[in-house]
């Protein structure tokens, strides 16, 4: 019997083979993958099962594309007597679709064997030691030999001045209008930005996106970038590039963006979504109390995930290197695959694709032309692009615009990076970055058989336009290779 005023007696440990903190794409790969294997696995999680794909991101913003999409299809107008409801009718189906899938995992999760969901916020006391504090203030402790940390990030928000929380909006948010604003403005142009613009303008909103870089899409070569600020001007949607929001005057609804030019008024502007990057969530895990690093851009990892303490290991958003759904699930397969069977040699991680569902769509795998000239020379990289345009497809379908561009190592075709540029891009793409992630070539691509007509038969004259460039110049091209062999070999010699 406890004496009165003695402290309460710490509730013993529980014991796993593993604790997973964090439920998202990468957390939930890795935990089902354990479990299956025999594992008892403890989820720890204080949000929504899904993380943000399901609950804020990728689910959310494509179903809200898709149905955009299809009002627009229908011909409902701003200013008809159907559309308000119409537009509301399109969020509260974002959030239907969002909501089913939240409750399907809870109950995937629920049913697996060998799988705990925790509910509470998790800090790693040690190595092997992992704290909960569950929302009514009850703790756990679960103790394992392994500790995975796949917390994921957050929208970072800028500070801009004027601007009252209640017309703020990130991804986090965003999904619970119930209806459209009259007029959104979207600070920043990357992936997410473009995709919102795109969706709100076919919902009816007024839209302006203000992007700092010169222009939209920085991460992708500067006519994808193009290519989506046309489709998006094309949707009545002002496109500022170069430029970057200052104030908002909240009496007036007014945002003043700086421009190249000078200054621009914004008018009547209700809400700003921020979607200008992500911020890590690492803080107040106790991992720099550990050992473990942490820098601004997320944990710091080996090529097999683990962090400088050993047992502890990061995946996902949360770490420096992964900032996609996919790559958070492709580590989280690889590390299940490690903490399996560690014996058997990594393969390399490789780059990961990327896609923007815009109109037209950009997908794209590989660094760019830049860093791979700065990386094996000017001389030795090939780019063979087709137009949309000139396929037989694009003929039949009436396209103007679009590219599928690939950049090779001369003599041998190695595939080094690839973008895609129109109608169904994130489809086309795959066979290029399937080629480029195991290091495949375009001889082996110009081989390939494509069913026609289909817009993947600019992959093949990707391939034979490289194929009928080189086979005429096989010395000179056996001579530039030779080099640069040469030149690789002796950078690595002492």
């Known amino acids: 019997m406890t004496r009165p005023g003695a402290a309460s007696?710490?509730?013993?440990?529980?014991r796993f083979d593993a604790v997973v903190v964090g439920a998202g794409s990468g957390g939930l790969t890795v935990a089902y993958?354990?479990?299956?294997?025999?594992?008892?696995?403890?989820?720890?999680?204080?949000?929504?099962?899904?993380?943000?794909?399901?609950?804020?991101?990728?689910?959310?913003?494509?179903?809200?594309?898709?149905?955009?999409?299809?009002?627009a299809a229908r011909g409902v107008r701003v200013g008809d007597p159907a559309w308000e409801g119409a537009a509301a009718e399109v969020l509260a189906h974002v959030r239907s679709q969002r909501d089913a899938l939240r409750a399907r995992e809870d109950v995937d999760v629920a049913s697996e064997p060998n799988l705990a969901l925790v509910r509470g916020r998790a800090r790693l006391q040690a190595a092997d030691r992992v704290g909960v504090i569950a929302a009514d203030g009850a703790e756990r402790t679960l103790t394992a030999a392994i500790v995975v940390v796949a917390t994921g990030a957050r929208p970072i928000v800028l500070d801009l001045p004027g601007l009252p929380p209640e017309r703020t909006l990130t991804n986090e948010n965003l999904f619970d209008l119930v209806?459209?604003?009259?007029?959104?403005?979207?600070?920043?142009?990357?992936?997410?930005?473009?995709?919102?613009?795109?969706?709100?303008?076919?919902?009816?909103?007024?839209?302006?996106?203000?992007e700092a870089a010169p222009r939209l899409l920085p991460a992708s070569p500067a006519e994808a970038g193009a290519a989506v600020a046309d489709g998006l001007r094309a949707l009545g949607v002002a496109v500022f590039e170069g430029a970057k929001a200052e104030r908002y005057d909240p009496a007036t609804r007014a945002l003043h963006v700086a421009t190249q030019g000078g200054s621009t008024v914004v008018d009547g502007v209700d809400r700003v979504l921020f979607a200008v990057g992500r911020r890590p969530n690492v803080e107040d895990l106790g991992l720099e109390a550990l050992g473990v690093?942490?820098?601004?851009?997320?944990?710091?990892?080996?090529?097999?995930?683990?962090?400088?303490?050993r047992g502890v290991?990061?995946?996902?958003?949360?770490?420096?290197?992964?900032?996609?759904?996919?790559a958070a699930n492709a580590q989280g397969r690889r590390l299940v695959r490690h903490l399996t069977a560690p014996w058997l040699p990594l393969v390399p991680e490789g780059d990961y694709p990327a896609a923007t569902f815009t109109d037209p769509e950009v997908a794209q795998v590989g660094p760019a032309l830049e860093e791979l000239q700065a990386r094996f020379g000017a001389d030795l990289v090939a780019t063979h692009r087709v137009d949309l345009k000139d396929l037989d497809r694009g003929y039949v379908d009436g396209l103007q615009a679009g590219f599928i561009e690939v950049h090779?190592?001369?003599?041998?075709?190695?595939?080094?990076?690839?973008?895609?540029?129109?109608?169904?891009?994130?489809?086309v793409v795959q066979l290029l970055v399937w080629l480029q992630r195991r290091r495949g070539s375009l001889w082996q691509l110009s081989r390939h058989v494509v069913a026609y007509p289909a817009l993947s038969e600019g992959l093949k004259k990707v391939a034979d336009a490289f194929v009928f460039a080189t086979l005429p110049a096989l010395p000179r091209e056996l001579g530039r290779y030779g080099r640069h062999r040469w030149r690789a070999l002796g950078r690595r010699r002492p």
């Not at 690093?293 to 303490?309: M, P, S």
């Open 9 to 14: 007696p710490e509730p013993p440990a529980e």
């Open 33 to 71: 993958g354990l479990a299956r294997l025999g594992k008892a696995v403890a989820l720890v999680e204080s949000g929504p099962v899904g993380g943000d794909c399901t609950n804020v991101g990728c689910v959310p913003s494509k179903t809200l594309l898709q149905a955009a999409r299809a009002l």
């Open 179 to 210: 209806r459209p604003p009259e007029h959104l403005a979207v600070v920043g142009g990357g992936a997410i930005g473009a995709e919102m613009a795109t969706a709100f303008a076919r919902l009816g909103s007024r839209v302006t996106l203000v």
């Open 293 to 309: 690093r942490v820098a601004r851009g997320g944990v710091a990892t080996d090529r097999a995930h683990r962090t400088a303490v």
């Open 313 to 326: 290991y990061a995946i996902g958003d949360a770490t420096e290197r992964a900032h996609f759904t996919h």
């Open 408 to 427: 090779a190592m001369r003599l041998t075709g190695r595939v080094l990076a690839a973008t895609v540029v129109g109608p169904h891009a994130a489809e």
